[in-house]
Structure formats: structure tokens, C-alpha cells
């Protein structure tokens, strides 16, 4: 049964960290480019971060993707987070052999999680 299963969300300061976690189950993950996307409160599931099957991290300001194939297992890393980073978080897969920012698009997934909140707020 292929799932992927977010973790690590939660109620965090402004400035603060967290990192969240996707564990894949039922298909390989090395296989597949991943990831982050973030849909906020009345607006639409947008793409945060994201990699292609080639490449193992990636960065875009605050925000770090990685990913340990061996551990079925993708990554965000999220520092400075400011209250506009509040939402439900969503890693995806897609098995097509795009980059990043096509994957980001979020047209082309495979498979979704079903979200971790992120609450950032004083």
C-alpha cells in the first residue's frame, strides 16, 4: 500500500524552527522527485520546495528539502518562520522525469500525504 505520511508540524514561534518529516511506504523513493508544498488558510495548495528523482536536497531561502532514499524518508527543514508561513503542509511524489520547479507546479504528483499543520504565531 503506498502512503505518504507527514510529521513534525506544530505551534511554533516567529523566528523559530521545525522540521517536518514525510516517511514513504510501498514504492521507492529514490525513484520518484518530491515534494513540499503548503496551503493556506482560504487560499490554494502551492508548491513550497521541491527535487527532482536526481537530486537529493535543495534550497530556497529559509526553507532546505532533503531526502535519505535508504530511509524512505523526505525532509524539510524550516528556519526564521514568519506567521505567513502558516498552513497545512503536503510532501507529494511524482514518478515523471521533471525538475524541481515543474514538480512544484503540482500537476504531475503521484501520490499525496494528507498534510501537517504548521501554526506559526506569538
Known amino acids: 500500500q503506498v502512503q505518504l505520511v507527514e510529521s513534525g508540524g506544530g505551534l511554533v514561534q516567529p523566528g523559530g524552527s521545525l522540521r517536518l518529516s514525510c516517511a514513504a511506504s510501498g514504492f521507492t523513493l529514490g525513484d520518484y522527485g518530491i515534494g513540499w508544498f503548503r496551503q493556506a488558510p482560504g487560499n490554494e495548495r502551492e508548491g513550497v520546495l521541491c527535487?527532482?528523482?536526481y537530486v537529493v536536497s535543495g534550497v530556497k531561502g529559509r526553507f532546505t528539502i532533503s531526502r535519505d532514499n535508504a530511509k524512505s524518508t523526505v525532509y524539510l527543514q524550516m528556519n526564521s518562520l514568519k506567521p505567513e508561513d502558516t498552513g497545512v503542509y503536503y510532501c507529494?511524489?511524482?514518478?515523471?522525469?521533471?525538475?524541481?520547479?515543474?514538480?512544484?507546479?503540482?500537476?504531475?504528483?503521484?501520490?499525496w500525504g494528507k498534510g501537517t499543520l504548521v501554526t506559526v504565531s506569538s
Open positions: 527535487i527532482s528523482r
Open positions: 507529494g511524489a511524482t514518478r515523471a522525469p521533471v525538475g524541481g520547479t515543474t514538480i512544484c507546479q503540482g500537476a504531475n504528483m503521484d501520490y
